[in-house]
Nanobody
Framework: QVQLVESGGGLVQAGGSLRLSCAAS????????MAWFRQAPGKERGSVAG????????YYEDSVKGRFTISRDNAKNTGYLQMNSLKPEDTAVYYC?????????????WGQGTQVTVSS
């Protein structure tokens, strides 16, 4: 059974840092992309950052470039999102996503989310 468990959220002052973790289990291999999404109250869920299976390629949403860093440790089946210089507008529930693709289709898996609150 595939499971994603996020941790590391919390309350931090503006300018502070947090490190989110996403522990993956139930996958038979590490050949999947990982991503972080976030959803603020009253807004749609949107992507924040993503990383390919090997870690050789990453992308970031414009508002987090230079402040957030996505990484993964395949030996630990864990992904990370290091968030620095946090701003109140970063406040949201952060979700870990894994996309695994077969020959014709892809499947998305989601964690339960972790709350990040940045106070001004």
């Amino acid at each position: 059974q595939v499971q994603l468990v996020e941790s590391g959220g919390g309350l931090v002052q503006a300018g502070g840092s947090l490190r989110l973790s996403c522990a993956a289990s139930g996958f038979t291999s590490n050949y999947y992309a990982m991503a972080w999404f976030r959803q603020a109250p009253g807004k749609e869920r949107g992507s924040v950052a993503g990383i390919n299976w090997s870690g050789s390629s990453t992308y970031y949403e414009d508002s987090v470039k230079g402040r957030f860093t996505i990484s993964r440790d395949n030996a630990k089946n864990t992904g990370y999102l290091q968030m620095n210089s946090l701003k109140p507008e970063d406040t949201a529930v952060y979700y870990c996503n894994v996309r695994r693709c077969g020959q014709f289709t892809c499947s998305d898996y989601w964690g339960q989310g972790t709350q990040v609150t940045v106070s001004s």
